[in-house]
């Protein structure tokens, strides 16, 4: 679960960011720099594509490794229970969605809306 969408902004976004250096770069910008792929030095493509592989694997053992310490110490995960009663309850004490109710009386439609329908209309089978 990402409820923040880190993963969208931050992996994606940052993967992106770094493969299109590689393909963008160019010395008319920062004179410092490389050019890119597009600018004639697919060499800086291949550097940049190393450099998103290097970062996932140490993002992706570093996350596992501290998912690992913390799982000896706390729970990882709600419980069943704890899930069916809502995390902002069981986890915070407070309902977060107070206006938004599901009952029975949702779903059920007003008498006066009702069509009306003669006893002998409908058949069961």
Known sequence: DDS?????????????????TGLFASTA?????????????????TIQL??????????????????????LFARLCASEEEQDTGLDITQHGEDAYTDFVVTAASFSIPESSAAKVSAG?????
Do not use: C, E, M
Not at 4 to 20: M, S
Not at 121 to 125: D, M, P, S
């Open 4 to 20: 923040l969408d880190a993963f969208g902004v931050h992996g994606i976004g940052g993967t992106w960011g770094a493969v299109a």
């Open 29 to 45: 910008v920062n004179p410092g720099g490389a050019n890119g792929l597009f600018y004639g030095n697919p060499g800086q493509l």
């Open 50 to 71: 190393a450099a998103v592989a290097v970062t996932w694997a140490i993002a992706i053992v570093g996350t596992l490794v501290i998912l690992k310490v913390i799982g």
């Open 121 to 125: 209309a409908v058949k069961t089978v």
